[in-house]
């Protein structure tokens, strides 16, 4: 599906023109009209933008930059994958139960006693790398998804505007550093091990619940006038900052410590899988009417 694009005032006015100019150009069919410079130019350029007056214009959705980063972000679900083999692969004296048993537990490197809990998981390697990757992962997606489609959540046709806009960049900026923040976190806890007796495994883990969660609320209220899924993003959020609220209350004395830390990690994966998947789409539909169009023209 192609969509509509606007070019508004993209001619300067001269001493002949009485007002800027206000043009439409749709593209309907194939082959209908060949682009304005402007576009083709545009789209030449990794962060290609068309101008306006006024300081306005559409974000380029056809970028690898974009598509790598939306595919970054998305792949922190193989997290769920890595936590279900080394389940299964858990050699303690009871079965690791996801409603008791910590999700460091299964990456902790010696297998004994561990603050009264017993630990044995002989792919903590796997487990520990899983968080690595996940953490990278982040990393990628705040440095590669600029603010503008954060903003719109890669809704084609959407102008954005730096000019008088000044809180939706900031909020847009936010997402990336908070989501920046939690990738570092959860590296440092896939290189620091729960049992290796060091103070930044702990460090590493707020990092995660606390910047993933705020950075999922901030997203989902950027994207509540461009995807219904920005209802979803926005929940995964406020639960994670609840139950993250909730175990810092309790210092996770709870009867079920697993299923409460479950529930201030768990929702960022799935949340910032779901804004990847979202963006990835969306983007590699752009790209992929971008080649139609190409081969259209020249033939």
Known sequence: ???????????????????????????????????????????????????????????NLRSKRAYFGAWAQLSVVQYFVAEAAVIEAWAGPTPYDRRIGLISDLGAIHCGVFHDRNVCSPLHLLMNA???????????????????????????????????????????????????????GTVIVGLVPEDVGSPWHFTGAVMFFLSGGAALVVLGILW??????????????????????????????VPEPGSLERLMG??????????????AQRVRQERKAARAQARATQA
């Open 130 to 184: 899983s968080f690595v990757v996940q953490g990278l992962g982040l990393l990628m997606g705040a440095l590669l998804l600029n603010s503008a489609l954060l903003r719109i959540a890669a809704h084609p046709g959407i102008r954005v505007s730096q000019a008088g806009d000044g809180k939706l960049w900031l909020a847009g900026t936010a997402v990336r550093i908070l989501t920046g923040a939690a990738g570092i």
């Open 224 to 253: 509540r006038p461009h995807t219904p899924i920005s209802w979803f993003v926005l929940a995964c959020g406020l639960v994670c900052l609840a139950a993250l609220t909730a175990g810092g209350i309790t210092a996770m004395d």
């Open 1 to 59: 599906m192609l969509y509509p694009l606007s070019y508004e005032g993209l001619r300067e006015q001269g001493p002949e023109s009485p007002g800027p100019l206000n043009t439409l150009t749709s593209i309907q069919a194939v082959g209908a009209a060949a682009e304005p410079a402007d576009t083709r130019l545009a789209d030449m350029k990794e962060d290609t933008t068309v101008q306006r007056g006024t300081g306005s214009y559409f974000p």
């Open 266 to 279: 768990y929702p960022v994966t799935i949340g910032f899988s779901a804004a990847g998947l979202v963006i």
